[in-house]
């Protein structure tokens, strides 16, 4: 038992190194440097932008790529902070502090690995499409609106957190912008767009770092033009290792802070998956999920102690990697190394960087992330998914990713019983029963007459709370002058609470209107249902037919006897 469940949540890099050789590591060690090189400004910017230090944002990329690489259940998954997460963490730390993201991040990391460990990996790909773009939309849109300030080079001392407030502050202070400052950001925006025409392998958002701090800091050194401001304006750079911090976790701080955990654990769940799958195409492997999932899970219990933020599978990296000739967890972990390795040698030179050009780094991300044309393409689609696009993309905008999450996730819910409420039919057959597609017909392919007294219910899809409701109302519209009524289950693949009750209230009540109900054509999970809901002895255990011909003789067989 335990060898199957380890198989099951096996780790793909203990998968992988059994047939590793020096060829695929010499394409690893590539792939992760390069992957580590291109994690370096975006730890960065996502850091800075949630509202942490700069260097936090690389803990994270270190301590979470690494044990996403290690952990995995995907083979070229790069994980860190991700711009998905800038909005959710940023609202944190301005309503509970650092203290509280910390155990924000570290319950969902416990949801993550219950999720792996109750093997929800597949259910969460089956959020519906229209609530992913969405709030994929809206956070790019509140990204967007958060770096205005730095883009403009603005002076404003506090930015409201409310997204209609904010752009109204931005209005009131246009006069305060700083051309050079917005210059910097013009160009940083247009290197990462042009250069992504003339090289794919070394990325837009590095050669526009390293091009415009150069030029900031002859701009600064030389020519004294002091209105443009670094990351050492405003941090204080910590170049080593963290230590680890205890977390003040209590009950109370638990209910308080359970749905922000609830929303970035969603957010990780879906982004990571997403990833994934788009990983799973271009390499031609099969994610596990539940292991993915666990290996978040594991990630953000982990990172909280060293004072970092959430992290999830970025999929812009994760591309880099299999571009760059990544195929084993072995390139992600080495980006990790790499990574760290930059901040303890090299991390003095980022106080160097201008937030402008961090600001042009996240303005392409958010364009990246708006998916617009995806956007624009499922306002034509049904008006029920219209629906739900627009009301998770404002409520993303407007208000926060939490209630949209929440309430994302409720409508998904109802548009997924609407449709199989849609597709679900009961159907009424009193004066003859058409057999031509039946397998248990027996050959009877014209169909068969019924008896007057007998009624034919046939249920086509789940018997479930939202279909018990019309099961009623066919029972009603009918009539009460069957003697028999037979109530046809093969096409049921399951039945709920709900629909057990029902279908036990239509018996008892068929039984003191001297009306015999015979069910045909149960499989055998319904009928385990019904057995351990005691329903053989309201019934009769021979009152359930494994087909339609038996379940007629029975009925024929009931009226004759009545007759006599």
């Not at 958002?205 to 900031?216: D, E, F, K, P, Y």
Request: proline share 4%; with cysteine; aromatic share 8%.
């Amino acid at each position: 038992m335990k060898t199957n469940i380890l198989k099951e949540f096996m780790p793909q890099f203990f998968i992988s190194v059994k047939s590793y050789s020096k060829e695929k590591f010499a394409s690893d060690l590539m792939a992760g440097l390069i992957v580590g090189i291109v994690a370096l400004p975006l730890a960065i910017a996502f850091g800075i932008a949630s509202g942490v230090t700069p260097e936090k944002g690389l803990f994270t990329a270190i301590i979470a790529g690494f044990i996403i690489s290690f952990l995995g259940g995907n083979t070229v998954q790069i994980g860190g902070p991700t711009g998905a997460f800038i909005v959710i963490v940023y609202g944190i730390i301005q309503q509970y502090g650092i203290g509280g993201l910390a155990i924000a991040t570290f319950l969902a990391g416990l949801m993550l690995v219950l999720m792996g460990v109750l093997k929800l990996g597949t259910v969460i790909k089956f959020i519906p499409y229209p609530i992913i773009v969405g709030f994929t939309s809206g956070i790019a849109v509140t990204i967007f609106s958060t770096q205005i300030k730095d883009l403009l080079g603005m002076d404003i001392d506090n930015i409201p957190s409310d997204f209609l407030a904010k752009w109204a502050v931005y209005f009131n202070h246009l006069n305060t912008i700083d051309w050079c400052t917005f210059a910097v950001g013009v160009v940083s925006i247009l290197i990462i767009v042009g250069s992504a025409k003339i090289t794919k392998k070394i990325p837009g958002s590095l050669i526009a770092i390293i091009v415009i701090t150069i030029i900031a800091y002859i701009l600064k050194s030389v020519f004294q033009i002091d209105g443009l401001e670094t990351i050492g304006d405003r941090f204080t750079i910590n170049a080593e290792l963290p230590e680890i911090e205890s977390l003040p976790i209590t009950i109370e701080s638990i209910n308080l802070l359970f749905p922000s955990a609830f929303t970035i654990a969603i957010l990780c769940a879906i982004e990571s998956l997403l990833s994934a799958k788009v990983a799973d195409g271009m390499t031609g492997a099969r994610t596990n999920s539940n292991t993915e999932l666990i290996a978040q899970g594991v990630a953000n219990l982990t990172v909280p102690f060293f004072g970092g933020i959430p992290a999830t599978g970025a999929i812009a990296r994760t591309m880099t990697n299999i571009n760059n000739g990544g195929r084993t967890p072995v390139a992600g972990m080495i980006h990790a190394v790499v990574l760290l390795l930059i901040l303890l040698f090299l991390g003095d030179l980022t106080k160097h960087i201008p937030m402008a050009c961090l600001a042009g780094v996240l303005v392409v991300v958010s364009y990246n992330m708006s998916e617009w044309r995806t956007f624009k393409d499922l306002l034509r689609g049904p008006k029920s998914d219209v629906a739900v696009l627009l009301t998770t993309f404002f409520l993303t905008v407007i208000f926060d990713l939490t209630i949209a999450i929440e309430i994302g996730l409720i409508l998904a819910i109802f548009l997924f019983l609407k449709r199989i409420m849609d597709t679900t039919q009961v159907s009424v057959m009193k004066d003859k029963l058409i057999l031509s597609e039946e397998p248990d017909s027996e050959g009877n392919e014209d169909g068969l007459t019924l008896k007057k007294g007998i009624e034919v219910y046939e249920i086509d899809g789940p018997f479930f709370f939202g279909i018990a409701n019309k099961f009623d109302e066919s029972m009603r519209i009918v009539g009460e002058k069957a003697k028999v009524r037979i109530i046809r289950m093969r096409k049921v693949p399951f039945m709920d609470s709900t629909g057990l009750h029902n279908l036990e209230t239509l018996c008892i009540k068929s039984q003191k209107e001297n009306i015999k109900v015979i069910l045909s054509g149960v499989r055998p999970d319904v009928r385990m249902t019904l057995e351990k809901a005691g329903f053989y002895e309201i019934i009769g255990k021979d009152n359930i037919c494994d087909n339609i011909n038996i379940a007629l003789a029975k009925a024929n067989s009931f009226l004759d006897e009545n007759n006599q």
